[in-house]
């Protein structure tokens, strides 16, 4: 509900505008990026710029007509590029824009025994072998929670699944966190600073999609170019490397797309391995599935399926949604010792201004606060210990010193 003024109601925001991870958001949360989204324009440019190029060849070979020569470059060239270049650009946008498959994190440490009794029995135990290593829960400091959990997956297989102490939760199955966008994603792949975003299960397709289109483009800006050289040498006397001096424009796009060709290639192939073997690159360079059995291997034709032939899944964040801000702190809510207890020490009919060190009756402050210096326990953070202020041999940290008596001066 919004206001008069079109501004959202006190204590409500979008939940976009109160994510804790460092996503950037554009268009009212509709579009998600990476914290490193700038690179996005680099690689634009890396792509657009041989592109431009050729399309310039194809147009000036369009009004060429002082020769007979058959033409290598021209209409359609030059529709080819760019269509092929606008598809190259859309998919680079739809990896770089779309939630990766965020995990939602939890507001609070999973209870004791909330999802899993295993877990819980063995929390139980105060006794830890060596072995085990334990997650102290935030809202309960002596509830201890195993860092990993044993989970069934399709197939009968048991995986193991580990706790992520950022997003208060235990990160599914072939989940990680990323360090960049701080947020747990689901089937995380890799974060990739060239789209500046996590590749995970809702955005991989339209990455492959992307870098195998980039390496077509490529090679067929490679090819053309040399078609072109090809196609001058009558002019140039049948030299060809008269007729390459003579198209410099094409040999800088044979060399820039020659040295392209081999990255985006090379992580064609790879990512092309890796989706028919059913992994991730984070997978594959932690868990070696070469050497062990991969519990989601399904096949060739079942894994390449899994990525183009699926429906997507939606994004488990509705980053548009409306969501109530938790309230603000009081201006006084009885000292630090009240916030951090969440005890009353005040009644509700007792006004006191600790802070300038007055009060309105003398039974206005309860005895447990009488004679504490705030300022000092602030600066010291220190806590109450009654056995220590029994002690006389200690000195009280929270005893405020006697100021010397003037003459004149009544008690």
């Known amino acids: 509900m919004l206001t008069t003024m079109g501004e959202p109601e006190p204590g409500r925001r979008r939940l976009y505008q109160v994510w804790k991870g460092s996503n950037k958001f554009l268009c009212g949360g509709r579009l998600i990026f990476g914290p490193d989204a700038g690179s996005l324009f680099l690689s634009t440019v890396l792509i657009a710029s041989?592109?431009?190029g050729l399309c310039f060849q194809c147009v000036t070979k369009l009004n060429y007509s002082g020769s007979s020569e058959k033409q290598a470059l021209g209409m359609p060239a030059l529709v080819a590029t760019?269509?092929?270049?606008?598809?190259?650009?859309?998919?680079?946008?739809?990896?770089?824009?779309?939630?990766?498959?965020?995990?939602?994190r939890n507001a609070r440490s999973p209870e004791r025994g909330d999802d899993d009794p295993a877990a819980a029995a063995a929390a139980e135990d105060d006794v830890a072998t060596p072995s085990t290593e334990w997650v102290m829960s935030a809202a309960n400091p002596h509830l201890r929670l195993p860092r990993t959990r044993d989970v069934a997956v399709a197939g009968g297989h048991v995986v193991r699944v580990k706790y992520c102490d950022t997003c208060l939760l235990y990160r599914p199955p072939r989940a990680s966190h990323c360090s960049i966008c701080n947020n747990c994603v689901q089937k995380f792949d890799h974060h990739c600073p060239w789209v500046g975003q996590c590749i995970g299960l809702r955005n991989y397709r339209f990455f492959f999609l992307f870098i195998s289109t980039s390496t077509f483009l490529c090679l067929y800006v490679f090819v053309l170019s040399w078609l072109n050289i090809a196609a001058q040498r009558g002019s140039h006397g049948g030299s060809l490397l008269r007729s390459m001096t003579g198209e410099p424009l094409s040999l800088v796009l044979i060399v820039y797309t020659f040295v392209s060709a081999w990255f985006v290639g090379g992580l064609t192939v790879f990512h092309t391995y890796l989706m028919s073997t059913n992994q991730t690159t984070y997978e594959n360079f932690r868990y070696r599935y070469d050497k062990k059995e991969n519990p989601y291997d399904r096949g060739v034709p079942a894994?390449?399926?899994e990525v183009f032939c699926t429906g997507m899944p939606p994004s488990m964040n509705r980053f548009r949604a409306w969501v109530e801000l938790p309230e603000p702190p009081e201006a006084f809510d009885g000292g630090p010792l009240a916030s951090r207890n969440k005890i009353d020490l005040i009644g509700p009919d007792e006004k006191a201004d600790l802070e300038m060190g007055r009060h309105h009756h003398p039974g206005g402050v309860p005895a447990i606060l009488q004679g504490l210096h705030y300022a000092e326990m602030e600066k010291n953070s220190a806590s109450v210990h009654v056995k220590d202020r029994q002690s006389a041999e200690a000195p009280d940290p929270f005893m405020i010193p006697e100021a010397p008596r003037h003459d004149g001066e009544v008690e």
């Open 50 to 52: 041989p592109l431009v």
């Open 82 to 104: 760019i269509l092929l270049g606008l598809a190259d650009l859309a998919f680079l946008f739809l990896t770089s824009s779309r939630d990766p498959g965020i995990v939602p």
């Open 303 to 305: 894994n390449i399926s």
